[in-house]
């Protein structure tokens, strides 16, 4: 897990390892930490979905596009662990569908990513047929499972727009 998204830069990198030489010392309250054991600490303690509402969980990370004559939305939400949405799914639909009204959007997605186990799933409602081609295994309870997806700039909008403005 060690800084292993796709928009991390070498900076991060530089910047990681300084602060570990300063924090993990003996005798400091993070002895014996590295930086993976308290990243995923740090993760673990401040994602979820059983912790918000849906509206908020929703609009937190919101970005609003237009492409091939739609206009959409895209959230991202962040879990230490996809089956949380589970128990969530019906809820986060609902606003979705909700926002799409107030909003005049034709189409809405949430991005449930596990920031632990780097993967994602697509919520998505008011899809238009061309996004059945998108390249995500459609799951049971129809949300798709974007394996290795953590960035929605750099990996999933290449892949929406791709579909959209063809």
């Known amino acids: 897990m060690r800084l292993s998204s796709p928009t991390t830069t070498d900076r991060d990198h530089r ?10 010392v003996p005798g400091s309250i993070l002895a014996g930490e590295t930086i993976e054991s308290y990243g995923e600490k740090v993760l673990r303690s401040g994602v979820g979905l059983s912790t918000r509402d849906p509206k908020e969980i929703i609009n937190s990370d919101l970005k609003i596009y237009d492409a091939g004559g739609y ?21 986060l639909e ?8 107030k909003k005049g959007l034709d189409f809405a997605m949430l991005m449930v990513t596990d920031v632990v186990g780097n993967s994602s799933r697509l919520v998505v409602v008011n899809a238009p047929p061309i ?3 998108l390249p995500y295994p459609r799951q049971i309870d129809g949300t798709r499972l974007a394996a290795g997806v953590v960035s929605r700039k750099k990996q999933l909008l290449p892949v929406i727009f791709g579909l959209l403005e063809v």
């Open 15 to 24: 910047a990681a390892d300084r602060l570990a030489r300063w924090a993990f």
């Open 71 to 91: 206009d959409f939305a895209i959230a991202q939400a962040e879990v230490t662990d996809l089956l949380q949405l589970d128990e969530h799914l019906k809820e």
């Open 94 to 101: 609902f606003s979705l569908n909700e926002m799409c009204e």
């Open 131 to 133: 996004l059945d081609d």
